[in-house]
């Protein structure tokens, strides 16, 4: 079913979500179907449950190869509960994000380059990962939502921080 996306502004975007305690439930296999319709809808690269007003730590993501966004690295689709992330090194990237909670915007967010994640899938099944570049991005902003951080929050500079079409006119860009 899909769900409305909070906007940034409603606090429950602000909050810590708590971790789940039961896998493999009839509750939290609906809530990622949910979560994939929403986002699939959408058309977006990750969405979090906060976003959809469920205080749980659980995200989802997911990003295949598309000729309309020729920088996205592909990203295998991924449910990952009770995130753990722990940075390889301390490079960090700059890159263009967007938020299906912040529509129609984007901002120059600094990430670490490299890291390690570990968690489970909905079944409870052990996720870990070593990954870079955009899927490290795109992890490090979903999580990011689990701990009441919106990427508007990251931009150092807010002269990078502006209205999509504005800034990449006719140039289609991901929300996650
Ligand atoms: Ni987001």
Redesign the pocket.
């Known amino acids: 079913m899909i769900r409305p996306v909070l906007r940034m502004g409603d606090p429950r975007l602000l909050a810590r979500a708590r971790p789940v305690e039961m896998f493999d439930t009839p509750e939290l296999h609906a809530l990622v179907e949910d979560m994939r319709d929403t986002m699939a809808h959408l058309d977006g690269a990750?969405l979090?449950a906060p976003?959809i007003g469920v205080d749980l730590r659980v995200v989802i993501f997911g990003v295949h190869r598309n000729p309309r966004y020729p920088d996205a690295g592909e990203v295998p689709d991924t449910v990952l509960v009770n995130p753990r992330l722990s940075p390889l090194g301390l490079a960090m990237e700059e890159g263009w994000e967007g938020?299906?909670?912040v529509p129609g915007m984007r901002g120059l967010v600094a990430r670490y380059r490299r890291l390690r994640y570990d968690g489970v899938d909905a079944a409870g099944q052990p996720i870990d990962r070593t990954v870079e570049g955009f899927h490290a991005r795109v992890v490090q902003?979903?999580c990011d939502?689990l701990d009441g951080i919106?990427?508007p929050m990251r931009v150092r500079d807010l002269a990078n921080f502006g209205f999509a079409d504005v800034l990449f006119p006719g140039q289609p860009t991901l929300d996650?």
Request: glycine share 8%; charged share 15%.
């Open positions: 990750g979090a976003q938020c299906l909670s902003h979903e939502h919106l990427y996650e």
